[in-house]
């Protein structure tokens, strides 16, 4: 068995991250997670749709850098592939610190491998919706000051979360632990776009470990809470600070929205 899977792992059963790995063209999935999104792309454009959302991703966390913040919480981070969030941080400022927190064990064994020599980042198997387990972590509590900014990230994971297990709430807990000064991005899968290649979406993902539940542009709006949007707000994922105006032309085969707000 490679170093990269964990015992125990069932690879007949797709999963959301290694899905999104092969999308971005890593090597860490099984043949059950290169099907399903073979069947995807018969569905919707998610190749692109995974290339723009980690776009999106690097130009936050620049974004954040700039304004300051050194400490990272990233939420169903998935499995590391190039532009990584220690990677985009710590090339600004390389005394940035990152914890990654997935429930997928691929995602967190492959994490661990590579920051085995970065003291300033870590990767911990656990499940959003559990935060306080999180919050009483031993890499968390070594690495994240909560008394300071953070830089909290829930990029392309909350369709993974159903109304049942109120996103809204979770988002808020994690909002509520935040020093003033601190950012939020959040991206997430919406019907607006694609209605129709959505719904084809949800039964693709059926019989994976990680049913989707896309969502409108006002439920993702809520999960932003009282913090305020920077700008442009919430929109497309090329459509948020590009770095360049062509960027843009892609909007229409993103599917995802995304925006980045700060506590006041």
Do not use: C
Request: net charge negative; aromatic share 10%.
């Amino acid at each position: 068995m490679t170093e990269w899977v964990p015992t125990g792992i069932d690879e007949e059963v797709p999963s959301a991250a290694r899905v999104y790995d092969y999308l971005l063209g890593g090597g860490h999935n099984f043949s059950a997670d290169r099907a399903l999104a073979e069947n995807l792309l018969k569905v919707l454009p998610a190749r692109d749709m995974a290339r723009l959302n980690r776009q999106y991703l690097d130009r936050v966390v620049r974004y954040m850098i700039s304004e300051g913040i050194t400490q990272f919480l990233d939420l169903g981070s998935g499995i590391p592939t190039v532009g990584n969030v220690h990677e985009v941080a710590q090339k600004l400022n390389p005394a940035a610190r990152v914890v990654y927190v997935d429930n997928e064990s691929v995602a967190v064994a492959h994490s661990e491998l590579m920051l085995r020599d970065n003291p300033n980042a870590a990767a911990i198997e656990a499940d959003m919706r559990e935060p306080d387990v999180i919050f009483a972590n031993e890499h968390v509590r070594r690495l994240i000051d909560f008394s300071q900014p953070v830089g909290l990230l829930m990029v392309g994971v909350v369709q993974f979360v159903p109304d049942a297990d109120d996103p809204w709430a979770i988002a808020e807990r994690f909002r509520a632990e935040l020093a003033p000064g601190s950012y939020f991005a959040l991206s997430a899968f919406t019907w607006d776009n694609a209605p129709e290649g959505m719904r084809a979406a949800i039964e693709v993902f059926k019989n994976s470990r990680d049913p989707i539940f896309p969502r409108t542009y006002e439920e993702i709006l809520r999960m932003f809470g009282d913090f305020t949007l920077v700008e442009p707000g919430l929109v497309y994922t090329p459509e948020w600070r590009p770095d360049r105006a062509s960027d843009v032309a892609d909007a229409s085969r993103s599917n995802l929205y995304a925006g980045v707000a700060i506590k006041g």
